[in-house]
């Protein structure tokens, strides 16, 4: 592996229109004496200079125009998991078939419900007949594809594996929306109380059972709740939370068993998809939401451009579990790294189903919390009316 080189953006079926990797440059020239600005697009920053110079034109600055990347929270204005896996499973249906991918993407735009989805696959349909690369399309429409989903649908079309590439991306976000669903089932329960302890609390104000002091407490209570959700769904204020969530106990292990298990199966993909394991390691780290993570696998990469093999590379990064370089070991032994992946997927996978009641109880715990916050005011304040009122009446006697 010594001859690796540091992989750059994956380049699609070269000369294709659909696939060939273009960036989009903005420049400032000088042009027959008068300054000029606009955007070119070109392979690089050198072969764009070269463009406007083959006019006659002197560059003075050529800046890279980056696209938007996508929203990381999960929170208002994107695509749910569950619609972009039931998208993915007929995008993978589709391209099975004969049919043009201008074609594909129109039909699905037709198919889809919403405003989001049928947009983006028809803007992307629109912008690969007018000659824009098929990446470049997809990152226009942040909000419905992440990079992650573009660079697999590159990888796909660079070893021409798109349907099995599809078939495995629609099977990962199934996966993960069912675990999504899991969680969210048990969750309808305790949410329902919390909802219902406010509401109460509402009433018992309107007939004056709470005095006006507690219901104030019990009102700023309930708004400095609401106001960590909203930061929570918000893509600084998520981040913010992952980060805590990795160093709760148990939950930070649950986080980064799903880590795990998704980097398999995305560097699985790769190999099956013919990529080299630079390009797959700079693919499947896209996923990767901890930071240890993620500089692990640039210090793997750095460990195999310099002639490590991909186990050895992986002990060296000091993080990833004994029993997944061990395996991936015996893969490389074998030629058979994608099947231990997969084995190494299907086992965290697993583990995930176990663990997500760590989560669950986490966030139920929470959620107790501020019913037995809400019922502790109403049940003080009920009782400060009761003895107010007996006071009262002894008074009057």
Request: some cysteine.
């Amino acid at each position: 592996m010594a001859g690796f080189k540091k992989p750059q953006t994956l380049q699609i079926n070269p000369g294709s229109v659909y696939n060939k990797y273009v960036a989009e440059f903005r420049y400032e020239c000088i042009a027959y004496g008068k300054r000029q600005r606009g955007t070119i697009s070109a392979d690089s920053r050198e072969v764009a200079t070269l463009l406007l110079k083959k006019k006659g034109w002197i560059p003075t600055s050529i800046t890279e125009i980056i696209p938007k990347e996508p929203q990381d929270a999960p929170g208002f204005g994107g695509v749910s998991v569950q619609r972009l896996a039931a998208y993915t499973r007929k995008f993978a249906t589709l391209v099975k078939t004969d049919i043009p991918i201008t074609q594909v993407l129109s039909l699905l735009s037709e198919s889809e419900q919403g405003r989001l989805l049928p947009e983006a696959s028809q803007h992307v349909a629109n912008q690969i007949a007018n000659g824009v690369p098929f990446g470049q399309a997809m990152a226009e429409r942040p909000k419905v594809f992440s990079k992650l989903y573009i660079r697999m649908v590159e990888a796909g079309l660079n070893s021409g594996t798109l349907d099995l590439v599809a078939e495995n991306l629609a099977q990962l976000y199934e996966n993960e929306s069912k675990l999504r669903l899991k969680i969210l089932g048990k969750l309808i329960y305790p949410f329902t109380l919390l909802g219902f302890s406010f509401l109460i609390s509402l009433l018992l104000r309107a007939i004056g059972t709470i005095t006006a002091e507690l219901f104030a407490v019990l009102m700023g209570f309930w708004f400095i709740f609401g106001v960590i959700v909203l930061i929570g769904m918000t893509p600084p204020g998520y981040k913010v939370y992952r980060e805590i969530g990795f160093k709760i106990p148990g939950l930070g292990k649950l986080m980064r068993t799903i880590n795990l298990a998704r980097f398999c199966r995305i560097f699985s993909l790769q190999f099956k998809a013919g990529v080299s394991i630079l390009q797959g390691l700079d693919v499947s780290k896209e996923i990767l939401q901890d930071r240890s993570f993620r500089d692990a696998v640039d210090r793997m990469q750095a460990h195999i451009m310099d002639g490590m093999d991909l186990r050895d590379a992986m002990v060296a990064s000091g993080i990833f579990p004994s029993q997944m370089s061990g395996m991936i070991g015996a893969g490389e032994v074998a030629g058979s790294i994608e099947i231990m992946l997969d084995k190494l997927a299907e086992y965290y996978e697993q583990d995930i189903d176990s663990m997500s009641s760590v989560m669950v109880n986490f966030i139920y715990f929470a959620v107790y919390f501020m019913i037995m916050i809400t019922a502790a005011i109403i049940v003080i304040s009920a009782w400060g009316s009761y003895f107010g009122m007996i006071e009262g009446l002894i008074n009057e006697v």
